[in-house]
């Protein structure tokens, strides 16, 4: 969140941390209290505790479901009246049999962790880039994605690939959705990378001048005089066309951006 200091210095907060009120009096007459929240965590360590909510009361039990050097997605925030603060974290996974069928998921991890135990981002990717040992420019790219876009993104399924054009230096990201669920074991997902966003340096910084995806994975070739980038998707199972059929766009590269050049289908 966009927050601006008694000084007028303009900066953000990660939202958990925020709690609106007219003045600090009124703060303090708040009893326990939780607000849903989105986000991820990351632990370093196993946790010998997590706490558990029981009677509107958060409990301390023995850990058998949080592990070291994991992500978490976040559920909730919880605040106690005297000002310390848990976040639900969850780790699940999910199967579907076939299309029709309902999608079962298992819960794996669903508990409460202190907020001084943990490292938070709103974001999965700018969480993923602090923590994982990522090139300089990676990070770049994660960390000003994470700004831009209003949905998760895997880092751990992306590719990156660069060329230059007169003076220009040029990004080609191909990546992933991250969901909230690990894995889900027979779902009809959109295949890896199937998000293609081509960026421009500019300065410390970035410009998108290219977005567009696909249920399969892009193409992406620079090796040759215009780089080229091939968005292919196929129809859903539940519809009247074959869901082996694929739609392909040829984008290429004409100067400033990518243009379509080329549309088929093939069996």
């Known amino acids: 969140m966009k927050v601006k200091s008694k000084s007028q210095s303009i900066g953000y907060v990660f939202s958990p941390y925020i709690v609106i009120g007219d003045t600090e009096e009124i703060l303090a007459t708040l009893s326990d209290f939780e607000t849903k929240e989105s986000g991820w965590v990351y632990v370093k360590n196993k946790p010998s505790f997590v706490h558990q909510l029981y009677n509107k ?15 978490y997605f976040v559920k909730s925030r919880y605040v106690t009246k005297e000002g310390k603060v848990f976040f639900r974290v969850l780790k699940q996974k999910s199967r579907q049999e076939d299309w029709y069928s309902e999608i079962e998921t298992t819960v794996l991890t669903d508990c409460y962790l202190p907020a001084e135990s943990l490292v938070l981002s709103n974001q999965y990717a700018s969480l993923y880039a602090k923590i994982r040992l990522l090139e300089p420019t990676e990070k770049k790219i994660f960390d000003f994605l994470s700004k831009e876009i209003s949905y ?9 690939k660069s060329f230059q054009s007169k003076k220009d230096r040029y990004f080609i990201v191909a990546t992933t959705a991250r ?5 889900c074991i027979g779902c009809f997902l959109s295949e890896l990378e199937n ?10 910084t970035f410009e998108i001048i290219f977005y567009e995806s696909g249920s399969r994975s892009a193409i992406i070739d620079t090796y040759g005089i215009s780089p080229k980038i091939i968005i292919r998707t196929s129809p859903l199972p539940e519809g009247d ?18 243009v379509l050049t080329k549309s088929e289908t093939t069996e």
């Open 57 to 71: 009361k958060l409990i301390k039990i023995n850990n058998e479901q949080v592990e070291e050097d994991q992500f």
């Open 152 to 160: 998760d993104i895997d880092p751990n399924q992306t590719s990156i």
């Open 179 to 183: 969901d909230e669920n690990d894995e």
């Open 195 to 204: 998000i293609v966003y081509v960026l421009k340096e500019k300065g410390n």
């Open 241 to 258: 066309e074959s869901p082996s059929k694929i739609y392909s766009k040829e984008y290429e590269f004409k100067g400033t951006t990518f």
